[in-house]
C-alpha cells in the first residue's frame, strides 16, 4: 500500500504527524482545508479539493452592479431598516410566489447575514416561544454549523438519520420524537447538505402534516434553491415550482440563500421568510425575552436587532435586483448553476468506474439528482480510512460522519471547486486507487 501513490507517503505522514489531528474524519471542514493546504506546499502537487462547499462560479453580474451603484449612492453611511429595504422585501415576497408558490406578505420576509443568521435568529427565537418546548429536531445528514449554533447558544437538539426513514416510514419516526412535547422545530436541507437527496411530496406531506399536528415549526433550509435539477424550476409563476413544506402546513420558516443560487456568498446575504400564519402567531413567553408576543416581531426587533441590528445596505440591494430579474423572467439562475450537475454526473461516474459506490443514492425510486455534493465509499472502507488514504492520492473531502449521518462509510465530495481541467488528474489518482486496492 506504501508504494506507488501520487503523493510520497513521507511527505503526508510529516504533515499528518506535525498537524496533532488524530482522526481525518473527525476533523472540521476548516481543518482538514488547512490539513490540504499544507500537503499542497511540501508535496508541490495539487488536490482534488472536494471538501468545502464555496460556489465556483463568478457572482450574479446583477447584483454586483446594483451593488456598486448603491455604494456610489451613499448606502454605506446609512444603518438599513432591520427589518430589511422595502424593494428587497418585495422582491421576496414575489420570488417566493413565483417559484414555490406560497403567498407570503413582504413583511414576513426577512434579509439576513446569510441564511447561517436567519437559522440562527430562528432557532433563539423559537426556543422560547414555550418554556416546555426546549428542543430542536435535527432530520440529518445536516450542516454542522447549524449544530454549532445551537452550542454556542446553549440550546438542545436531537437528530436522527433520514437514511433509513424514508418515505411512509418518517412519518412514525418523527411522531416518535414530537410526540414527547419538548419539540420545538424541524429542521432539514432540501436538497440535502452532504447527502443530495430530497425529500419527495410524500415525504414533504407527512413532515408538514406533523408540523400542523404537534403545532412545531418546519425550518426548510432551501441553501440550494431550485438545484435539483431534475426539474426546471427557472420559468418565474409556472410549474413546475421548488418543492416545498409549505404546501402542507402553515407552520413554515424557509431559509433562502444567496450564496450557492445566485454565488454570491462572500457579501452574506440571504433570507429568513416566515409564513404569515407564523409572523403574526403570538406566544407569551416570549415576552421576558423579546418584549412582544408577536413572533415576526420578536425574530426582527428582538433576535435580528441583537444579532447584527440587520443585513449589510449594500447587500440588500444587491439581492432586490438578482430577485427582480428572476421575477421578471429576465434572469435564468439556473442557466448559471447546471454546472455544478454536469460536473457531478461525471465525477460520480470516475468514481464508481474505480469501485466506489454513491453511499446516499436514492430518493425513494429515483436516483439521486446530480448537484453540488454527491456521497462515496469504498467496500472495505470506513470513512475514516478512506478519508486518510485519500491524503496520499491527492483527494480531499469530508466525512459524514460530523454531518450527522449514521453512515460510517461515507464521504462527502463537493464538485464546486474541482475544474474540469482536473477530471484527467482525478481519473489517474482513482485508477491508481484502485489498482492498490
Ligand atoms: C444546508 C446549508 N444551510 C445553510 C448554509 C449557509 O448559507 P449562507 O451562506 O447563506 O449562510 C449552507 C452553506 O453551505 C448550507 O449548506
Redesign the pocket.
Known amino acids: 500500500m506504501k508504494q506507488n501513490t501520487p503523493i510520497p507517503h513521507e511527505i503526508v505522514d510529516e504533515v499528518l504527524s506535525k498537524s496533532g489531528i488524530k482522526s481525518v474524519g473527525k476533523a472540521s471542514i476548516r481543518e482538514v482545508k488547512r490539513l490540504i493546504n499544507e500537503i499542497e506546499a511540501a508535496s508541490g502537487e495539487k488536490f482534488v479539493r472536494m471538501e468545502m ?1 464555496i460556489p465556483g462560479l463568478p457572482p450574479c453580474k446583477l447584483g454586483v452592479d446594483a451593488q456598486i451603484e448603491a455604494l456610489k449612492n451613499g448606502c454605506a453611511s446609512i444603518y438599513p431598516d432591520i427589518e430589511g429595504i422595502p424593494e428587497l422585501k418585495s422582491e421576496m415576497a414575489r420570488f417566493v410566489k413565483n417559484f414555490i408558490d406560497l403567498d407570503v406578505n413582504p413583511e414576513c420576509c426577512i434579509p439576513t ?5 436567519g ?1 440562527m435568529a430562528g432557532f433563539m427565537t423559537f426556543a422560547r416561544t414555550r418554556k416546555e418546548r426546549d428542543t430542536t429536531l435535527f432530520i440529518d445528514p ?2 454542522p ?2 449544530k454549532q449554533q445551537h452550542r454556542v447558544l446553549g440550546l438542545k437538539y436531537e437528530t436522527f438519520d433520514v437514511y433509513d426513514f424514508r418515505g411512509e416510514k418518517l412519518r412514525d419516526k418523527l411522531e416518535s420524537y414530537l410526540k414527547k412535547g419538548n419539540i420545538h422545530s424541524v429542521i432539514y ?1 432540501n436538497p ?2 452532504p447527502s443530495w437527496i430530497c425529500l419527495t411530496e410524500q415525504e414533504l406531506q407527512i413532515i408538514g402534516e406533523l408540523a400542523t399536528k404537534y403545532d412545531i415549526c418546519v425550518f426548510e ?1 432551501l ?2 434553491f431550485g438545484m435539483d435539477l431534475r426539474k426546471n424550476i427557472s420559468k418565474p409563476g409556472v410549474p413546475p415550482y421548488q418543492a416545498s413544506v409549505g404546501k402542507y402546513t402553515e407552520n413554515y420558516a424557509l ?1 433562502i ?4 443560487a445566485f454565488s454570491y ?1 462572500g457579501e ?3 433570507m429568513l421568510v416566515l409564513s404569515n400564519h407564523l409572523y403574526h402567531k403570538e406566544f407569551d413567553d416570549l415576552v421576558p425575552f423579546f418584549g412582544t408576543k408577536q413572533l415576526g416581531r420578536a425574530i426582527i426587533y428582538g433576535a435580528v436587532y441583537a444579532i447584527s441590528s440587520g443585513t449589510a445596505h449594500s447587500a440588500q440591494y444587491a439581492l432586490a435586483a438578482i430577485l427582480k430579474g428572476c421575477n421578471d423572467g429576465t434572469y435564468n439562475y439556473i442557466d448559471d448553476i447546471k454546472e455544478y450537475a454536469e460536473k457531478a454526473a461525471i465525477m460520480k461516474r470516475l468514481f464508481t468506474d474505480n469501485g466506489f459506490y454513491i453511499v446516499y443514492d436514492k430518493d425513494i425510486d429515483q436516483p439521486v439528482s446530480d448537484g453540488f455534493y454527491f456521497t462515496i465509499a469504498y467496500p472495505g472502507m470506513t470513512s475514516d480510512e478512506l478519508l486518510t488514504e485519500f491524503m496520499y492520492y491527492g483527494i480531499s473531502a469530508i466525512s459524514l460522519g460530523i454531518t450527522g449521518s449514521e453512515r460510517t462509510d461515507g464521504i462527502r465530495s463537493c464538485v464546486s471547486l474541482v475544474p474540469r481541467s482536473m477530471f484527467p488528474v482525478l481519473e489517474k489518482r482513482l485508477q491508481i486507487f484502485k489498482n492498490n486496492h
Open positions: 462547499g447575514v446569510g441564511s447561517m443568521m437559522g445536516g450542516f454549523v447549524q436541507s440535502n447538505n433550509d441553501a440550494y431559509l440563500s444567496g450564496s450557492k456568498a452574506r446575504i440571504g
